[in-house]
C-alpha cells in the first residue's frame, strides 16, 4: 500500500492519495485546517478510531479490540456493528465504506465473492470493503432496502452514495466505486 503526500491538495482539499487506487482519501477538510488524522469505525466491535494519516498504510488497529480498521480483505459484518458504520452514528467517519449484501444461497453471490475480495486489495487502504449475511440479518437487509442479492451500497459518513445491483467482476466494482468516491471526498461534505 502506498500513500503519496500531496501537501494538502488533491482535488480540492484533501491530503493525500493511494497510489495503487488512484482514489484520494477522504479527509474532511472543513475550513483551512487540514486534517492529520481520520476516524474509522472498527468493524469488529464499532469503536470510533483516530489513525494518523502517516500511519494509514502500516495497518492500523482498532484501539479497543484490536481488529485491523484497514488491511485490504473484506469485513463480515453483523447487525450491531452495520448500523454503527452506516447512518447517523458513523457521520464522523472518513473512508467510504462498500457493503456486498449477500446470501450462501445465493449463487451469483458465491460467483462474486472472489471478485468482490480483489477489488477489495485493489483499493487499499483507500476504500474498505465489506459484505452482510442477509439471510442472517434479514432486519438490516431490508432496512437497506436490499430487493435483490448481490446487491452492492457504497456509503461514505454514513449515507447512502450509490448502489449497484447484480454480480459483477472486480474491474467493474472498481469503476463504480471511482466514479462516485471522487466527488465525495472534497471538503465540505458530510
Ligand atoms: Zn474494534
Not at 482514489?23 to 492529520?36: H, P, Q, T
Request: some cysteine.
Amino acid at each position: 500500500m502506498k500513500l503519496r503526500f500531496l501537501g494538502g491538495v488533491c482535488e480540492g482539499g484533501l491530503a493525500f492519495r493511494c497510489l495503487r487506487s488512484n482514489i484520494c482519501l477522504g479527509v474532511n477538510v472543513m475550513g483551512a485546517k487540514m486534517a492529520d488524522a481520520v476516524r474509522l469505525c472498527c468493524a469488529e466491535c464499532g469503536q470510533m478510531n483516530r489513525v494518523p494519516l502517516a500511519r494509514l498504510a502500516s495497518g492500523p488497529k482498532c484501539g479497543v479490540c484490536g481488529a485491523a480498521l484497514l488491511d485490504g480483505r473484506v469485513m463480515e459484518l453483523d447487525a450491531a456493528v452495520h448500523d454503527k458504520m452506516i447512518g447517523g452514528a458513523a457521520r464522523g467517519d472518513d473512508l467510504p465504506l462498500i457493503v456486498d449484501y449477500w446470501a450462501a444461497w445465493c449463487g451469483p453471490c458465491r460467483m462474486m465473492a472472489p471478485e468482490f475480495a480483489k477489488a477489495a486489495r485493489e483499493m487499499a487502504p483507500g476504500i474498505r470493503f465489506a459484505k452482510l449475511d442477509t439471510e442472517a440479518h434479514q432486519a438490516v437487509a431490508q432496512r437497506a432496502g436490499i430487493r435483490g442479492i448481490p446487491a452492492l451500497i457504497l456509503y461514505h459518513r454514513g449515507r447512502e452514495v450509490a448502489r449497484l445491483s447484480g454480480a459483477r467482476p472486480a474491474a467493474d466494482i472498481v469503476a463504480f466505486v471511482r466514479s462516485h468516491v471522487g466527488a465525495q471526498t472534497g471538503p465540505g461534505v458530510g
